[in-house]
C-alpha cells in the first residue's frame, strides 16, 4: 500500500509541477494540468496518505491533528489555485489561506504535540518554519498575479493610445454641435484627473503615453481617490460623473444620438455594482489599483473621441 502511494505521489507531484512550467511559459493546457493536479493532490493523495499514517500509528491518536492537517491543506492549495487561475474570490481566498494555518492548525498542533510526553522541540521549530513558508509563498504569488494585470494593462494604454492619435486626425462633425460642446468639457475632466492623479504619482502625462512602466505604486489601491480629494473636489469624482450624466441626457435630446444614449450607460462604465448614487467615484477611484484607474481614464477619453467624428447617427 505505502508503495502504491509514493508512486502515486509522485505522478501526481509531477503533472502540478509540469502544469506550473506550463502556466509560467503560457503554453496551453496549462489549466487543465494544474486543476486536476492540485485537486487530485487535495481530495484523494493528501487523505489516502493521512488516514495510512493515522492506522500506522501505534494508539491512533492524533485524530483532530490529521482531520486539521488536511484542512489546512485544502483552504491553502485551494487559495492557491484560484488566484493562479484568476477565478473569482481569489483575493479573500488567499487572504484565508494565509491566515488559516496560525489560527487553526498551529493551536491544535501545540496542543497535541504538548500531550506528548516524547515531545521534540525541532518539530515545532519545523512547523513553524513551514508555515512562514506558506505566508511567503502566498505573498510571493499574489504579487506576480497582480504584476502580471499590471504589465497587460500598459499595452492595454498603448493601444488606447494608438487609436486616440488616429481619432485626432480625423475631422470631427459639427464641432459647434452641443453635443461636441460638451464633450470637450468632459474631455477637459478627463484631462485634469489624469494629471492630478499622475501629478501625485511624480510623473507626467507624456511619460505615461509613452507605454512604459512609470507609477512607483502601480498596485495601489485608493491612490487615485486620494489624489483627487487633496485636489479639493469634493466628494471626489463627482465632477466627472456629471459630467457624464449631462452628456448622455444631451444625446438623449438631440436628433441622431439617441441610439448612442441608450448604451452610454455601459461605454462610460457608468453603473456600479450598487445602485446608491456616491458609490461610482468610490467603486471607480477607489476600489481599483492605481494603473487601471488610469487606463480607465484613457479608454474614456478613446471612447469620447470617437463619438466625436462618427457624428450623429441617422
Same mark, same amino acid.
Not at 497587460?152 to 494604454?157: E, K, P, V, Y
Given at each position: ?13 509531477? /503533472?502540478?509541477? %509540469? @502544469?506550473?512550467? !506550463?502556466? =509560467?511559459?503560457? +503554453? *496551453?493546457? #496549462?489549466?487543465? &494540468?494544474?486543476?486536476?493536479? $492540485? ?35 485544502? /483552504?491553502?492549495? %485551494? @487559495?492557491?489555485? !484560484?488566484? =493562479?487561475?484568476? +477565478? *473569482?474570490? #481569489?483575493?479573500? &481566498?488567499?487572504?484565508?489561506? $494565509? ?216
Amino acid at each position: 500500500m505505502k508503495q502504491k502511494l509514493y508512486i502515486f505521489g509522485v505522478i501526481n507531484t509531477v /503533472v502540478i509541477l %509540469t @502544469g506550473t512550467i !506550463f502556466k =509560467i511559459s503560457h +503554453w *496551453p493546457g #496549462a489549466g487543465y &494540468l494544474l486543476v486536476s493536479g $492540485i485537486i487530485t493532490l487535495v481530495l484523494v493523495f493528501l487523505p489516502l496518505a493521512l488516514v495510512d499514517h493515522y492506522k500506522g500509528a501505534g494508539k491512533r491518536q492524533n485524530l483532530l491533528l490529521h482531520i486539521v492537517t488536511w484542512l489546512t491543506c485544502f /483552504v491553502i492549495f %485551494t @487559495g492557491m489555485l !484560484f488566484k =493562479i487561475q484568476h +477565478w *473569482p474570490a #481569489a483575493a479573500p &481566498l488567499t487572504a484565508v489561506a $494565509i491566515i488559516f494555518p496560525y489560527v487553526v492548525f498551529l493551536p491544535v498542533f501545540l496542543v497535541t504535540v504538548a500531550k506528548n510526553k516524547n515531545f521534540n522541540i525541532y518539530n515545532t521549530v519545523f512547523v513553524l518554519l513551514l508555515l512562514a513558508a506558506n505566508s511567503v509563498v502566498c505573498a510571493i504569488l499574489a504579487l506576480n498575479v497582480t504584476r502580471e494585470r499590471i504589465h497587460d494593462s500598459f499595452n492595454l494604454s498603448d493601444n488606447y493610445n494608438k487609436v486616440e492619435s488616429v481619432l485626432n486626425q480625423l475631422p470631427a462633425f459639427d464641432l459647434q454641435s452641443p453635443v461636441n460642446l460638451k464633450i470637450n468639457e468632459v474631455l477637459k475632466i478627463v484631462d485634469e484627473y489624469q494629471k492630478l492623479i499622475l501629478a501625485k504619482n511624480g510623473s507626467t502625462e507624456d511619460q505615461w503615453n509613452s507605454g512604459k512602466d512609470i507609477l512607483r505604486w502601480p498596485d495601489m489601491r485608493g491612490f487615485a481617490a486620494k489624489a483627487l480629494a487633496e485636489s479639493g473636489e469634493s466628494p471626489y469624482g463627482t465632477k466627472l460623473q456629471n459630467g457624464l450624466k449631462d452628456l448622455i441626457s444631451l444625446m438623449k435630446g438631440t436628433p441622431g444620438y439617441e441610439k448612442m444614449a441608450e448604451n452610454a450607460i455601459t461605454v462610460f462604465d457608468l453603473d456600479p455594482p450598487s445602485k446608491d448614487e456616491m458609490a461610482w467615484p468610490i467603486w471607480k477611484f477607489n476600489g481599483d489599483y492605481l494603473t487601471w484607474v488610469l487606463i480607465y481614464l484613457d479608454g474614456l477619453e478613446t471612447n469620447l473621441r470617437m463619438i466625436k467624428v462618427s457624428g450623429k447617427m441617422d
